[in-house]
């Protein structure tokens, strides 16, 4: 999928198919508040 400039959509169920896919060992999720500035959101 394709995001905006302010949204990208993600699915669990397909971020989980295609590490089911790829037998990844590990699946590293991240995610920010812009709106916030640029700091990590943990």
Known sequence: ???TVDH???YPREVVKRA???AASAVILVHNH???GL???V
């Open 8 to 10: 990208t959509p993600v």
């Open 34 to 36: 812009p709106t916030v």
């Open 20 to 22: 089911l896919e790829v």
């Open 39 to 41: 700091w990590r959101a």
């Open 1 to 3: 999928q394709r995001g």
